[in-house]
């Protein structure tokens, strides 16, 4: 079983940052591809980043390419995401995910997800 709880949400003004973690109780952390999916009100739940358990790889949707970058560190067991240049659009609620099988992270059927963390930005 594994836990992950998400903080560092919160308002922000367009052109602003927040760094997002994620504290994940796994025991092998390291084995488990990680990600973060973000809900907009009335909008589907949509991938924003992940990063496989070799921790070389890291993929963005679109739309935070250049802008967002995820990361982890592993003795801490927390997975984060950077995020610059915020928009009113990254407005959501963003939840981490994980799961030993990255393709399950990417498609959005990760086993665990965390109770999700607000970001607001403000035009």
């Known amino acids: 079983q594994v836990q992950l709880v998400e903080s560092g949400g919160g308002l922000v003004q367009a052109g602003g940052s927040l760094r997002l973690s994620c504290a994940a109780s796994?025991?092998?952390?390291?084995?488990?591809?990680m990600g973060w999916f973000r809900q907009a009100p009335g909008k589907e739940r949509e991938f924003v980043a992940g990063?496989?358990?070799?921790?070389?790889?890291?993929y963005y949707a679109d739309s935070v390419k250049g802008r967002f970058t995820i990361s982890r560190d592993i003795p801490k067991s927390t997975v984060y995401l950077q995020m610059n240049s915020l928009k009113p659009e990254d407005t959501a609620v963003y939840y981490c995910?994980?799961?030993?099988?990255?393709?399950?992270?990417?498609?959005?059927?990760?086993?665990?997800w965390g109770q999700g963390t607000q970001v607001t930005v403000s035009s």
């Open positions: 995910v994980a799961d030993q099988i990255s393709s399950k992270v990417r498609a959005g059927t990760a086993g665990y």
């Open positions: 990063l496989w358990w070799s921790g070389d790889n890291t």
């Open positions: 796994a025991r092998f952390f390291s084995t488990y591809a």
